[in-house]
Structure formats: C-alpha cells, structure tokens
C-alpha cells in the first residue's frame, strides 16, 4: 500500500515538473501557448522595469529572454525612434512575440533572434538599454549571460534584472551576479512588482 502511495506521488511531481518545463521554463506546444499567454498578464512589472531603466525615443533597447513579447511591445512604444531586439531559445516564444508584434516586426523597428543569453547574436556596443526579466533563474550559466550582455551594451549603457514577486526563484544574487559580471553602479529596487537589479556598463 505504501510501496503504491509513494510511486503515485513520484507520478504527480513527474507530472507536475513536466508541466512546469514546458510551460514557463522551457516553453514548447500547447502548454508554452498557455505558459506565454499567462505571462502576458502582467504588465506591471516590465512597465516597472522600463521606468526604472528610463527608455527614451530614440534607444536601442535588448530584452534577453524575451518571452511572448510583452516587454517588447512596451519596449517599441516608447523607443519608437529606435531599435528593439528580443532573444529567446523557446521557439514557441519566437512565435507568440511574432504574432503580438507583428506591424512592428515588419516594420523593421522590433527583431526576433532564437538564441541563448550565452550567445547574443549582436555586435559589441550595439544596446544602449537591457533587460532581462523572469528568466536568469533559467539561464544555464547567468554570469557568462550577464557578461554576453554586457559586451553589446554601450559605454554607460543600462542593464536591469527583474522577478516578479509571484516566482519561486529568489533575487538575492542579482547584485553580485551584475558585479561580478562587471557592472557598476548596482542598485536593487524592490516594490509592487517583485525586485529589479540596475546596472551600468
């Protein structure tokens, strides 16, 4: 009876991280789609992070881990005499951020790349803003991410690492990751939205 009990709670948690990866860790298929359209929901913390990292028209602006697009969507309104680029290694994502911004996309003015944080498929000194928000809990090596990212930012460019309260992963290594990465000037803000580390190249 027990022998039975323990392997139908093996089952669930099976089921349960089956779930979890394909939704919101690794989002792929009709679990992604859901993944991605509950993401969507929360406006609030990448309107948060953009105010915090002071967008302005004419930006270039880089969200790693970009998602369905939200932060893009937000992105491009306010630099919209600039450029905004998003990455992401879920090609489910690449599609749902394709499909919310689509006028933008062909347009020129929001591109989409399938890459990881590790591998940015950008030129040095090509961002002036970036922006990385309920992901580097993902990311498989964070430090190398952060530092890709840094490559392409711009002299006095601006990063922000941001988690919405509601995640299970904890922001208490932001600040170091952003230093150790070679970021200065960190600042951790923490409000209604969850936490947000900025940094300086």
Not at 100 to 113: I, P, S, T
Not at 142 to 169: D, M, W
Request: charge should be neutral; aromatic fraction near 6%; include cysteine.
């Amino acid at each position: 009876m027990l022998e039975k009990r323990v392997k139908q709670i093996v089952k669930k948690i099976a089921i349960n991280d089956h779930i979890m990866e394909n939704m919101f860790c690794a989002p792929k298929g009709a679990l992604g789609q859901l993944g991605g359209h509950l993401m969507s929901q929360d406006r609030w913390l990448p309107t948060w992070v953009l105010d915090l990292l002071a967008v302005e028209a004419s930006d270039a602006v880089l969200e790693v881990g970009s998602g369905p697009g939200l932060g893009l969507q937000l992105a491009a309104g306010r630099a919209y005499k600039g450029r905004v680029a998003g990455v992401d290694p879920s090609e489910t994502m690449i599609e749902m951020a394709r499909r919310r911004n689509r006028v933008q996309v062909d347009a020129g003015r929001v591109e989409l790349h399938y890459a990881s944080a590790n591998n940015l498929p950008f030129d040095d000194d090509t961002f002036d803003k970036a922006m990385t928000m309920n992901s580097l809990h993902l990311w498989l090596d964070p430090l190398a991410g952060l530092r890709e990212i840094r490559r392409t930012l711009r002299t006095g460019g601006r990063i922000a690492v941001a988690i919405t309260r509601f995640s299970y992963a904890s922001p208490d290594k932001f600040e170091q990751l952003l230093t150790d990465a070679g970021f200065a000037d960190v600042i951790v803000h923490t409000g209604e939205p969850g936490t947000c580390a900025l940094g300086r190249a």
